[in-house]
């Protein structure tokens, strides 16, 4: 699925634009930059070369954060879109959000 097509769907929670380098950790692999496009209390997209397919289990560790559990739900070849084992507590969500502008 194509990430500007995924960016319409209907969510469960509001997306937000952001930029933010982070790990991703594959489930018994190392781990590898990729960069936030978009962050929800459910969910994230993110640039990320790689051939992981959905289904996939990984940990996203944001800065000065604990790593979130979630798992892969498309990827494109360029971008990856995860859906967070638990939803983000809203007090992490505004964390992030007074660390790291909106993107327009």
């Known amino acids: 699925m194509r990430y500007e097509d995924a960016a319409q769907e209907d969510r469960c929670a509001p997306r937000v634009k952001l930029h933010i380098p982070a790990q991703m950790r594959p489930s018994g692999s190392p781990s590898f930059s990729v960069v936030v496009k978009d962050l ?9 070369l790689t051939g992981m397919t959905a289904g996939t289990r990984v940990w996203l560790t944001l800065p000065g954060l604990s790593a979130l559990q ?21 007090a992490v969500m505004e964390n992030v959000l007074a660390r790291f502008p909106v993107q327009a």
């Not at 929800?40 to 990320?48: I, N, Q, T």
Request: aromatic letters at 6%; proline letters at 0%.
């Open 40 to 48: 929800s209390l459910s969910g994230v997209a993110c640039e990320a």
């Open 70 to 90: 979630a798992k892969i739900v498309w990827n494109d070849g360029t971008m990856v879109g995860c859906e967070f084992d638990t939803l983000l507590n809203l």
